[in-house]
């Protein structure tokens, strides 16, 4: 059983930086490929970020450059820094765990307004 804690998420102004972190207990944390989802209001979950247990990431097209997944497996955690952010990245940001059949964060919401 692995349980995911999302923490990090507010509101912003655009061009702004937030750090999201998601906390993982339950599992060996470091053998499995991690991601961060996000789903925006009306629209399908989509994949932003992905990290390997090695460290290889990647990303989405649209947050390229802007987002920034790392992971210390160690403290079993995940982390997202956002920086130049968007009004069109306001979503529920969701941390996932390929783990076994794959397990979910509750989610945080990240708003990017003027």
């Known amino acids: 059983q692995v349980q995911l804690v999302e923490s990090g998420g507010g509101l912003v102004q655009p061009g702004e930086s937030l750090r999201l972190s998601c906390q993982a207990s339950?599992?060996?944390?470091?053998?499995?490929?991690l991601d961060w989802y996000r789903q925006a209001p009306g629209k399908q979950r989509e994949l932003v970020a992905t990290?390997?247990?090695?460290?290889?990431?990647n990303y989405t097209e649209a947050v390229k450059g802007r987002f920034t997944i790392s992971r210390d497996n160690a403290k079993a955690l995940l982390y997202l820094q956002m920086d130049s952010l968007k009004p069109e990245d306001t979503a529920v940001y969701y941390c996932?765990?390929?783990?076994?059949?794959?397990?979910w964060g509750q989610g945080t919401q990240v708003t990017v307004s003027s």
């Open positions: 990290i390997s247990s090695g460290g290889t990431t």
């Open positions: 996932h765990s390929r783990a076994g059949l794959g397990y």
């Open positions: 339950g599992s060996i944390f470091g053998f499995y490929v």
